[in-house]
Structures are given as structure tokens and as C-alpha cells.
């Protein structure tokens, strides 16, 4: 069964530093999302990518947050200066079409120290 | 922001027993509701979706849909162990606005 996949599945780096997080969505899907869970809080919504380019994006999405799809296979969320609260757990979703029945990839810790 | 509430639970049923989740949205606008489940530590992962009033039903679960009310509602009938986890409402409005979910632990 397709699935989404996400590299790293944990990742720590300094208050600071720059971040990519790596999604690859299944294959035939078109809609592509990053959520984030800071832990024992709700899943959030960060960021949808529908045709190259952003359709919509949240409070939480400031300038310190980029995503990229740079070739046909992978989907990427940047964290340009990590704060000590992006630790989180970030997932990556896809669908083939905006109806809300996504697909979830297994989530990529991210520990900012 | 489109608001999603939910009792946060922990909602302990016994093996067997029916567990009954609700949830409030504030958009009355809303035309489409999810739930997801999540284990400790894992990705949600979608149970079913609806988007008319009444019910809809799937193996053990239902979902229920007033809108009039803005109120959606999860039945977990013959409650297993392997249901206990973490159940996530969700409204779409081009994008998922998730609940905090309703932790359920089901007692065997």
C-alpha cells in the first residue's frame, strides 16, 4: 500500500540553526500539507501546497518557514533559525484531492536545544 | 481560526461497551467532518468522514452529524483494547482544522 514517507524521524539541532525536513507524498496525490503537534497539544496546521505553489498557510508559517517541492517526488518544510519552540513533531500529508482524507506520513521529531 | 472542540477525556470504557466521543465546530459553514485516530506517537490516521446530517456507519463505527446543532459525534460500538488511542475531530475547509481529541482507553 502507498505510503508517505518522512526523513528524519528525529532530528536535534541548535537554536539557531537551519532545518529541512523531507516528506515523499504518494505518488499520485496532489495536494501536499505539513502539521505540526508540539507534545500533548493538537495537531496544527502549518502550510498546503497545491500546483507548485502555496495555497494556504498559517499564523504559525512566518517568514522563518519555506517549503519547496523541487522535483516530482519530494516535498520539503525549511526552518531557516530554529527556535527553542519548533520543537515538535512535524508531519507531512497528501491527498489526491482537497477533500480532507489524507494521508499522514510517521512524523519528523524535531528537538531544538 | 475555525474552532473545533472537543472533551479531552481520558474516556475509560470497558471491553465490549459502547464509548461515545462528541465534538462542536464554530463555522457554521462547515460541510465536512473527519475523524482520525492516533496512537501514542504515531500519525493520525483517518476512520471516516461525513458530510450529511444523520448518521453514517462503518464496521463498529458511527458517525453522527447535527449541523443545526454544530455538533458531530463518534460511536465506538464493542469497544476493543486496540481502540484505545487518541480520537481526532476535524472540520475541512480546504484545509483540516483539528480538536485537541478525546483520549479513550478501553479497560479489558
Known amino acids: 500500500e502507498p505510503e508517505v514517507t518522512q526523513t528524519p524521524s528525529h532530528q536535534v539541532t541548535q537554536m539557531g540553526q537551519e532545518v529541512i525536513l523531507r516528506c515523499v507524498p504518494i505518488?499520485?496525490?496532489?495536494?501536499f500539507y505539513w502539521y505540526r503537534q508540539i507534545l500533548g497539544q493538537k495537531v496544527e496546521f502549518l502550510v498546503s501546497f497545491y500546483n507548485n505553489e502555496i495555497s494556504e498557510k498559517s499564523e504559525i508559517f512566518d517568514d522563518q518557514f519555506s517549503v519547496e517541492r523541487p522535483d516530482g517526488s519530494n516535498f520539503t518544510l525549511k526552518i531557516r533559525s530554529t527556535k527553542l519552540e519548533d520543537s515538535a513533531m512535524y508531519f507531512c500529508?497528501?491527498?489526491?484531492?482537497?477533500?480532507?482524507?489524507?494521508?499522514f506520513g510517521e512524523g519528523s521529531r524535531l528537538t531544538v536545544l | 481560526q475555525k474552532e473545533v472542540e472537543q472533551n479531552s477525556g481520558p474516556l475509560s470504557v470497558p471491553e465490549g461497551a459502547i464509548a461515545s466521543l462528541n465534538c462542536t465546530y464554530s463555522d457554521r459553514g462547515s460541510q465536512s467532518f473527519f475523524w482520525y485516530r492516533q496512537y501514542s506517537g504515531k500519525s493520525p490516521e483517518l476512520i471516516m468522514f461525513?458530510?450529511?446530517?444523520g448518521d453514517k456507519e462503518d464496521g463498529r463505527f458511527t458517525a453522527q452529524l447535527n449541523k443545526a446543532s454544530q455538533y458531530v459525534s463518534l460511536l465506538i460500538r464493542d469497544s476493543q483494547p486496540s481502540d484505545s488511542a487518541t480520537y481526532l475531530c476535524a472540520v475541512n475547509d480546504y484545509k483540516l482544522s483539528f480538536g485537541a481529541g478525546t483520549t479513550v482507553t478501553v479497560r479489558a
Open positions: 505518488s499520485n496525490h496532489l495536494y
Open positions: 500529508a497528501s491527498t489526491r484531492a482537497n477533500t480532507g482524507e489524507l494521508f
Open positions: 461525513i458530510y450529511s446530517n
